[in-house]
Nanobody, 128 residues
């Protein structure tokens, strides 16, 4: 049974930093994409960042580029989201996800529909 567990969320003042972790269990994710999404109240779940298991290739939403960094530790089956210079508009529930399981198919990682597994979410609140 695959399980993704996020941690690291919390309350922080604007300009502060948080580091989210996503620990995966139940399988290895070779050749998968690992991403972070977020959902604010009353809004759609939106893409934040993606990284590939087998490379250092990353991609970010424009709204977080230059402030957030996604990374992974394959040995620990874990990926991270370092969030710096946080803004009140970053307030949301953050979800980690893993996907891209079909062999030979290219996954951009930008769409939530490309992901097979999701964590339960962790709240990030940025006060002004």
């Amino acid at each position: 049974q695959v399980q993704l567990v996020e941690s690291g969320g919390g309350l922080v003042q604007a300009g502060g930093s948080l580091r989210l972790s996503c620990a995966a269990s139940g399988r290895t994710f070779s050749d998968y994409i690992m991403g972070w999404f977020r959902q604010a109240p009353g809004k759609e779940r939106e893409f934040v960042a993606v990284i590939r298991w087998s490379s250092t290739s990353t991609y970010y939403a424009d709204s977080v580029k230059g402030r957030f960094t996604i990374s992974r530790d394959n040995a620990k089956n874990t990926w991270y989201l370092q969030m710096n210079s946080l803004k009140p508009e970053d307030t949301a529930v953050y979800y980690c996800a893993a996907g891209g399981s079909a062999p030979g198919r290219y996954y951009s990682g930008l769409s939530r529909y490309e992901y097979d597994y999701w964590g339960q979410g962790t709240q990030v609140t940025v006060s002004s």
